[in-house]
């Protein structure tokens, strides 16, 4: 037998040694692929979820349009794209859609701004800011029949309202408020700010809060007051948040009024203060026109679809 000069370290030189035609083990590869059927496994029941009462129930929504049905319990009959005809020929839906208009067009542009600036002033921590806090939250713990209560109390033509107007003397500016057509949109409108603007400025003060504060004491030094930290610095670091916003509270507005409409104006006097989601829930469960009902609801997804993106594109950053 042959050594090599390896021997004296106790190695052999033979054919092969130190070499192997097998293949190297993978064990985190193998390790990944057993995660990944984990994480499909823990996923599936939420797809199904996801699948059976969202795409399930959008689904139904896009066939139902195509029916003339009187209810649950009512035959139906296919009759394809007639209630969109019929829809786009009711005067009823297009005073729905200019109210809809109208609300969304006021709500936004004014309820964003002044959540925004309510929240960087909260960020500031002035005197009683936890108090404050508390309060501007509070419309949004209470409930919308327990809010409807209170704001008919206060339009009502007793209400506090046009008692406080009596007082200032300013008798002639008294009014139905809620029963009057040049009025019960706007009140409508009032009570959707008054529910909205306080949540909105606590979400935007906790994402103010995690600028840092040698930002605004940067600008500060460099001689720029409030109005230009909030505007020049707060809104450009936290634009992609006030789209986010924007779009939150434009969906909540565009499907979510019914229920402030059914519950102070019933979409009245006439249809005054009818919107688009008052008038989904008018035609399906008052007037037993459920395919009218839901080929409303199948523009008012689209409206709601294109608003999103155009908001979206507005408030994107762009650095």
Not at 34 to 50: E, Q
Not at 141 to 156: E, P, Q, W
Not at 204 to 225: K, P, T
Not at 255 to 271: H, I, K, Q
């Amino acid at each position: 037998m042959t050594t090599t000069p390896h021997a004296a370290h106790g190695f052999v030189d033979e054919p092969g040694a130190g070499t192997s035609d097998k293949p190297a083990t993978t064990p985190a590869g193998g390790r990944r692929t057993r995660r990944d059927k984990l994480l499909v496994l823990l996923a599936t029941p939420a797809v199904l979820w996801y699948a059976v009462f969202t795409i399930g129930p959008l689904g139904a929504v896009f066939y139902i349009a195509l029916l003339d049905w009187e209810g649950l319990l009512s035959p139906s009959t296919f009759v394809g794209l007639d209630n969109f005809t019929k829809i786009l020929h009711d005067p009823v839906f297009w005073t729905a859609a200019k109210n809809s208009l109208i609300q969304i067009g006021v709500v936004i542009p004014v309820m964003i701004p002044l959540a925004f600036m309510l929240g960087y002033y909260l960020t500031l921590e002035p005197r009683g800011h936890h108090l404050l806090r508390v309060i501007l939250f509070t419309p949004a713990l209470v409930s919308l029949s327990a809010k409807a209560m209170v704001f008919l109390a206060v339009f009502a033509p007793s209400g506090a309202l046009n008692g406080l107007l009596d007082l200032l003397h300013l008798d002639s500016l008294t009014r139905p408020w809620l029963a009057n057509e040049a009025t019960a949109l706007p009140s409508v409108i009032a009570v959707d700010l008054w529910s909205g603007i306080g949540f909105t400025a606590i979400l935007f003060s906790a994402r103010l809060s995690s600028i840092s504060r040698e930002v605004y004491e940067a600008a500060r030094i460099d001689g720029a007051g409030h109005w230009r930290r909030m505007w020049r610095i707060a809104f450009p670091m936290t634009e992609d948040y006030f789209g986010v916003l924007a779009m939150l509270q434009f969906l909540w507005v565009l499907f979510s009024s019914a229920g402030s409409v059914l519950l102070l104006t019933g979409g009245g006097p006439g249809n005054a203060s009818t919107t688009l989601s008052f008038l989904i829930y008018d035609k399906a469960f008052t007037q037993s026109e459920v395919g009218y009902s839901q080929a409303t609801g199948v523009l008012l997804f689209f409206v709601g679809v294109v608003g999103m993106a155009g908001i979206r594109s507005l408030f994107r950053q762009r650095y």
